[in-house]
């Protein structure tokens, strides 16, 4: 499922992501890869706060889509 449909709190790893090839590096360098623990600590109007790899990152809905849990 994308990440955006992913509940609040819930601990999940990522299985893949998908999307241009720009914002896939972009996401990569910032810990956004395949077997990472992911955690949504909140969500407005669809856009994220996640926790991933010891770090709070902010994405935008469209990133969060193209994340597979």
Known sequence: MP????????????KKVTGKEETRLFLEKLGFVSGAAITVVSSIGGNL?????????AINKDMARGIIV
């Open 3 to 14: 990440l955006v449909l992913a509940k609040e709190g819930e601990a999940n790893l990522i």
């Open 49 to 57: 706060i996640v926790n991933v790899k010891d770090s709070r990152v």
